[in-house]
């Protein structure tokens, strides 16, 4: 199984400052035939399911604010909302969709 | 608008038997693989289960393989999730999702979810 390792836990940011969420494979999302890489980024608000934000590492979701952006290739990967605003307190998850077993990280909690 | 909608959760002891369903709108659910990703409280987002688009095939996290059967009635936009010999490991909210770009894909949209607690 492909283990994602998503780091900080938590980070508490101030509005309009930058917030950077990490995302580590434990092996390679990365399909050489295609040149895209298998990893997605959702946001999940209090009692809301998950909203994907990202696919493809990059990929932006129709409707996604373009403070929002996704990088990274292979095996470690970028979450980064550029100047947060109130609204981006969340709960941010990435997956790969690489391989079966589908995985998500951990998530990380991000704080006004 | 694409949309999901699951029912049938409830309180069920352990060993005992449930049936979650979920109802497409907006979109036509035969031309996507569906599936259930759960959450459990304080955790984040489990796969549990694939289907494909014609129901021929389809997909399991380990530790539901043998007891939970995910199958589909695309005349009805339907899915619906098996779940027998319940553990208190499988509480949860169990999601419908729509899977993007085949059974290899991210999950758009996703249901309101509907919460299976196994205890007793």
């Known amino acids: 199984d492909i283990v994602m390792t998503q780091s900080p836990n938590s980070l508490a940011v101030s509005l309009g400052e930058r917030a950077t969420i990490n995302c580590k494979s434990s092996q390679s999302v990365f399909w050489t035939s295609n040149n895209l890489n298998y990893l997605a980024w959702y946001q999940q608000k209090g009692g809301q399911p998950p909203k994907v934000l990202f696919y493809?590492?990059?990929t932006r979701q129709s409707g996604v604010p373009d403070r929002f952006s996704g990088s990274g290739s292979g095996t470690d990967f970028t979450l980064t909302i550029s100047s947060l605003q109130a609204e981006d307190a969340a709960v941010y998850y990435c997956q790969q969709y690489y391989s079966l077993p589908l995985t998500f990280g951990g998530g990380t909690r991000v704080e006004i | 608008e694409a949309q999901v909608a699951e029912s049938g959760g409830g309180l069920v002891q352990p060993g005992g038997s449930l049936r979650i369903s979920c109802v497409a709108s907006?979109?036509?659910?035969?031309?996507?693989?569906m599936g259930w990703v759960r959450q459990a409280p304080g955790r984040g987002p489990e796969w549990v289960a694939t289907?494909?688009?014609?129901?021929?095939?389809?997909m399991y996290v380990d530790s539901v393989k043998g007891r939970f059967t995910i199958s589909r009635d695309n005349a009805q936009n339907s899915v619906f999730l098996e779940m027998n010999s319940l553990r208190a490991e499988d509480t949860a909210v169990y999601h419908c999702?729509?899977?993007?770009?085949?059974?290899?894909?991210?999950?758009?949209?996703w249901g309101q979810g509907t919460r299976v607690t196994v205890s007793s």
């Open positions: 289907i494909k688009r014609d129901g021929s095939e389809t």
């Open positions: 493809w590492a990059s």
């Open positions: 999702v729509t899977l993007q770009n085949t059974n290899y894909g991210w999950f758009d949209p």
């Open positions: 907006g979109f036509p659910m035969s031309g996507h693989w």
